[in-house]
């Protein structure tokens, strides 16, 4: 049968068995497995072939015969259209059930490992309000519910977040349940504000549209951040929306804007960042130590929970103070910085020039004199010849990318002799089969999940490793 004739075809009273990556719900019909949206684990449901392959099949949930009883009800209004919080209609007991799964299963199955300690997933101090930075975006072209649908006088234009695969299509975001205030008071000031004001909101498929893109970032400390992105220098339009912004929430200790004239909203395409009132930065504390935030810094986005997993890292790391650490793709220094006064020298290595200068002066804040801090490509900066110049690892401490670490980088790691390797990783199938990859001469000893972001399907895991005797 072909793709098409798959597509539509209804299968009934499907029991919901198990999650999947990505947040998706499985059932197995005749030893096929099914993906399945709009579905929680123990529903029975009929459902909706969307795409068959030989393997599996992708299907939706569209009629219910029977909920789950780990099923609770959705506290935000934009459940079910916004991409973001999928797990909010799933107990968040049962939340944590399923992401320490998720890792058990990546390690035993993808890292071939079986034999190792597994600590209960630490739970995140916050499950609303946990973020302290959001990314919107301004669209001439927003995204309308059923409701709106059947209103008259719909306004186009919206302020929010991306609709799931959709470039083009926005979600106008009334009330979002990720971010402390000041931070949805900002938005919809700005937004009601360009629409009284007829300022022009961007079209990706035109490239037109004053707005473009706007990102609130907020401190434990009390200090907020707002970025706007313009797509040209209407200096008259743009200084009457910061100056209103600025005497609204004087709360803001730095207000920045750039212009951004390019088809790519990323934020490393900004020639230029101009500081228009307070900082250029904002400063976060974890602990005893400050930490400078600057528009392009990585910052982790649940600042508690960070300080929580960073503290698990130190006591992985086992540290006594006579120790050379390396610090793999450091970012701007948080880890290197925040295990420093346990260890004789750090060196941290990572890619972007910026975030290597916000590193070094995150040392300085804090007084912290053992730290160096090297940028480039991990694979060309890492190599056999770092340790004549720097030291040989005793403790390799590595947080990459979702892509994981590339095998060159791997290669060096298994030279290195350093005796522990702490890996921690957004993503728990490339970190076990990097963790196949080191198994040659690193045993895994324990890991430990964290939830870093509540009412998603997303967890960070960290895996202590030890070389053999």
């Known amino acids: 049968m072909s793709q098409k004739k798959y597509k539509n075809i209804i299968i009934e009273n499907v029991l919901i068995e198990d999650y999947a990556a990505e947040g998706k719900s499985i059932a197995k019909i005749n030893d096929l497995v099914y993906f399945i949206d709009n579905a929680v684990p123990g529903d029975v449901a009929d459902i909706r072939i969307q795409r068959k392959k030989r393997n599996f099949a992708e299907a939706t949930a569209v009629k219910f015969h029977k909920f789950s009883e780990f099923r609770t009800e959705a506290f935000c209004k934009h459940f079910g259209t916004c991409g973001g919080c999928k797990w909010q209609n799933l107990e968040l007991s049962k ?28 739970l995140s101090p916050e499950s609303k309000f946990y973020r302290n930075k959001l990314e919107y975006t301004f669209t001439n072209r927003r995204w309308f519910t059923n409701e709106e ?14 609709m799931p695969g959709m470039f083009d299509r926005v979600l106008d975001i009334q009330n979002c349940y990720l971010q402390p205030e000041p931070s949805n008071s900002i938005r919809l000031a700005i937004r009601d504000f360009a629409f009284e004001n007829n300022y022009t909101f961007y079209s ?45 929430f004087p709360e803001i200790t730095s207000l920045l804007y750039a212009i951004n004239p390019q088809v790519n909203d ?10 228009y009132k307070g900082n250029s930065h904002i400063i976060e504390k974890l602990g005893d130590l400050k930490f400078r935030i600057g528009p392009k810094s990585f910052f982790q986005t649940n600042t508690n929970q960070a300080f929580e997993m960073y503290k698990a890292v130190l006591e992985f790391a086992g540290l006594s103070g006579s ?3 390396y610090d793999l793709y450091t970012g701007t220094g948080t880890i290197a910085n925040f295990i420093a006064s346990n260890a004789k020298k750090v060196v941290g290595i990572e890619y972007v020039d910026e975030a290597v200068k916000d590193a070094e002066i995150n040392s300085e804040l804090n007084s912290i004199t053992n730290c160096t801090f090297l940028s480039g490509d991990m694979k060309d900066i890492l190599t056999e010849d770092i340790f004549n110049i720097h030291g040989n690892p005793d403790v390799i401490i590595t947080d990459p990318p979702r892509a994981g670490m590339h095998k060159d980088v791997i ?14 990783s957004c993503n728990p199938a490339t970190q076990a089969r990097d963790i196949e990859l080191l198994g040659v001469r690193y045993k895994l000893i324990k890991i430990q999940p964290i939830d870093m972001f509540p009412h998603t399907h997303h967890v960070e895991n960290i895996a202590f490793l030890e070389i053999f005797d």
């Open 323 to 325: 120790e050379i650490v």
């Open 149 to 162: 649908m059947h209103t008259e006088n719909r306004n186009e234009n919206g302020l929010g977040f991306h």
């Open 95 to 122: 939340q944590l059930y399923f992401k320490q799964k998720q890792v058990v299963d990546n390690i035993e199955r993808i890292g071939k490992v079986k034999d190792f300690e597994v600590l209960t997933i630490a």
């Open 204 to 248: 990706p498929r035109e490239h037109t549209g004053l707005l473009r893109n706007l990102i609130i970032r907020t401190t434990s400390v009390g200090e907020t951040m707002v970025l706007f992105s313009f797509s040209e220098n209407n200096v008259e339009m743009i200084e009457m929306m910061l100056n209103y912004v600025s005497e609204k």
């Open 266 to 275: 990323s934020l490393y395409n900004y020639t230029e960042i101009i500081t």
């Open 411 to 424: 290669d060096v790691i298994l030279k290195s002799n350093a005796k522990k390797i702490v890996y921690v």
